[in-house]
């Protein structure tokens, strides 16, 4: 499958799971259930495809821990985020990880971007920047070093994930490698739960049909996106699966009708496509 079918796919899978985990109720906890589903439906196979196929070095087991540490930090840190400030504030901050991302790549693995792919990845990130200012309230600063973090873990797992994709040939294997960082997040997950909420798992089920999508949406999604990465880099890759905010912004305000700001949310949509299309162009 090439890059940008692997990265098309991907974007319509998270994007509808998102829309779906938007309109549940709080105590629900979707992500929680998606990441169960995702670790009964589908680790099983990816994992024992995995195991079948790695050399384990030191190098690949370093990969694993990595990826699996920045895993459980990026829900920890987002679910944090998330009890101080709204989706519309966190989610594109977050996002702006492709920055990050490219810096890392250039140091640690030499990975060089050109002029326009970086003009691109500016652009890109302005326009989620633009975003995020839509969704400001009163208690902003609390949820900053949260974000902040929880990009920060993006951009590790992301690198670590796309340097696995040398050890790992099949999409299989692929789905096996995340799913250790699943459950390392899923695992975290539950611990915050009960220290926080006094229980081990949420008190309000989600519904089957929606532990499904998202149990197959939450894995094949971030699967095709390191699929991508075998032959673009993690920060190209990154950036045009943002296509999947500008295509949920679109939704939220055209079926959805929520008109909050909806001029500057346009325009902030506009300047993510702009980005991205700088950036294909570089290749």
């Not at 346009?266 to 700088?278: K, M, Q």
Request: proline residues 3%.
């Amino acid at each position: 499958m090439g890059a940008f079918l692997a990265i098309g796919l991907s974007v319509l899978m998270h994007v509808g799971w998102n829309l779906m985990a938007r309109h549940q109720k709080p105590e629900t906890f979707a992500l929680w259930w998606a990441l169960l589903a995702h670790l009964i439906i589908l680790a099983p196979w990816g994992m024992t495809m995995m195991l079948s196929e790695v050399v384990w070095t030191s190098s690949m087991l370093g990969l694993v821990i990595v990826s699996a540490t920045a895993n459980a930090a990026y829900f920890i840190a987002l679910r944090q985020a998330y009890l101080h400030a709204p989706v519309a504030l966190v989610y594109p901050l977050v996002r702006s990880s492709p920055i990050l991302i490219a810096l890392w790549g250039h140091w640690i693995f030499k990975e060089q971007l050109g002029a326009t792919a970086w003009a691109g990845l500016v652009i890109s990130s302005l326009g989620l920047l633009l975003l995020a200012l839509t969704g400001r309230n009163g208690s902003d600063r609390k949820a900053l070093p949260w974000a902040a973090l929880a990009m920060l873990s993006t951009s590790l797992y992301s690198l670590s994930d796309k340097a696995a994709t040398a050890h790992i040939d099949s999409f299989g294997g692929l789905v096996g490698f995340i799913s250790v960082g699943y459950c390392a997040a899923w695992v975290a997950l539950t611990i915050d739960l009960k220290r926080r909420d006094g229980v081990w798992m949420p008190r309000q089920r989600l519904r089957w049909p929606f532990m499904l999508i998202g149990g197959l949406s939450i894995g094949l999604a971030y699967a095709l996106v390191i699929h991508a990465m075998r032959t673009h880099s993690a920060a190209m890759v990154v950036t045009f699966t943002n296509a999947g905010i500008v295509l949920a912004t679109v939704v939220s305000i055209l079926i959805f009708k929520e008109k909050q700001h909806w001029p500057t949310r346009i325009g902030a949509a506009f300047a993510i496509c702009l980005g991205i299309v700088v950036m294909a162009s570089s290749k």
